[in-house]
């Protein structure tokens, strides 16, 4: 039984993903996030597990893609459509937050299928891409202010949609060893420094932050730590 354990954890992210849809479709965001948060946590321990297990399947590599589609591609679009039918009278514009869903599903398949991306990603994983998403209706009404503005959500969208498929380099989070003399150890040490910081200082509001930082980082990785 103990190696269909990380099918099991993957399971659990896609429950989790489906039990945040059903919160949003009730109009509560906020367990919708912390749904979000469980599923990334699944999703870490489905791959830990499987290594550690030293097992791996077919199977369970599609399942993985699948349950993300659900929790980092439906989910996020899902709130995004909430969010921009929130705070204009267009009936249409809405529906472009599944652009977010569209580039996820895409973004995963071209994962599947690139055998380059072991120590790091070519474009933003989703993720990070469905933090950043779902975190947005939980700052606070000063920022939602100017934030919750129907051509910047959009334009939210369209970009983090392309970043998805994006061939830029981002870096994992993912420690082969943790010594500092390795480059991307420091990248990696340094972001989780300053990640903690942004938490401390800014509690959840911080989470969008953490997901620009994390661009910023690996756009600047190169200059930075070379």
């Known amino acids: 039984m103990i190696r269909h354990l990380p099918n099991f954890l993957t399971c659990c992210n896609l429950i989790s993903g489906c039990l945040g849809i059903v919160f949003l479709l009730e109009g509560r965001p906020v367990p919708a996030a912390y749904f979000v948060w469980a599923s990334c946590v699944f999703d870490f321990f489905d791959g830990f597990a499987a290594r550690w297990l030293n097992v791996s399947s077919p199977i369970g590599r599609e399942l993985d893609s699948l349950a993300d589609v659900v929790s980092f591609g439906v989910l996020p679009a899902m709130v995004m459509y909430k969010l921009i039918g929130a705070h204009t009278a267009s009936e249409a514009l809405p529906y472009i937050g599944f652009t977010i869903a569209a580039f996820s599903a895409m973004r995963l398949a071209i994962f599947n299928i690139d055998t380059t991306q072991t120590d790091s990603f070519k474009g933003l994983n989703t993720p990070a891409n469905t933090i ?15 934030l919750y503005q129907p051509w910047l959500l959009v334009t939210i ?8 498929v994006s061939r830029i380099e981002i870096f994992a989070l993912k420690f082969k060893n943790f010594s500092w003399h390795d480059k ?6 340094t972001f989780l420094l300053l990640t903690g910081l942004l938490l401390i200082l800014f509690q959840v509001s911080a989470l ?12 600047g990785a190169k200059v930075l730590f070379n």
């Open 132 to 146: 950043f998403i779902t975190s947005l209706p939980l700052l606070p009404p000063s920022v939602g202010e100017w």
């Open 157 to 164: 969208t369209l970009v983090f949609s392309l970043l998805l």
């Open 184 to 189: 991307t150890n420091k990248l990696r040490f």
């Open 208 to 219: 969008p932050l953490v997901i620009l930082l994390y661009i910023a980082m690996s756009l």
